[in-house]
């Protein structure tokens, strides 16, 4: 049974840094990208940060890149994301997602989410 779990949210000040941790088992997780999309009340859930199998590549929205840091431990079977400066506009529930091989942008091509996390910036 393939689990995604994230932990690492709650409610911070804008300015303020965050790490969400994203722990997976019942899979052969050095095989997957992994992802972290997010939710704001109302809104779709959009794509911010993935990364590669072995970590060596990642790629960012416009909306968080010099800001978000994705990172990944493949002997831990967890993918992090570090975010720094945050703003009121990144308040979303976070999620992590698994796929196998390549990473995409597109949530409909993950195999594999967590429940989430919230994260709650305010002003």
């Known amino acids: 049974q393939v689990q995604l779990v994230e932990s690492g949210g709650g409610l911070v000040q804008a300015g303020d840094s965050l790490r969400l941790s994203c722990a997976a088992s019942g899979v052969t997780f050095s095989s997957y990208a992994m992802a972290w999309f997010r939710q704001a009340p109302g809104k779709e859930r959009n794509f911010i940060a993935a990364i590669s199998v072995s970590g060596a590549r990642t790629y960012y929205a416009d909306s968080v890149k010099g800001r978000f840091t994705i990172s990944r431990d493949n002997a831990k079977n967890t993918v992090y994301l570090q975010m720094n400066s945050l703003k009121p506009e990144d308040t979303a529930v976070y999620y992590c997602?698994?796929?196998?091989?390549?990473?995409?942008?597109?949530?409909?091509?993950?195999?594999?989410w967590g429940q989430g996390t919230q994260v709650t910036v305010s002003s």
């Open positions: 997602a698994a796929r196998l091989r390549a990473w995409r942008t597109l949530l409909n091509e993950y195999e594999y």
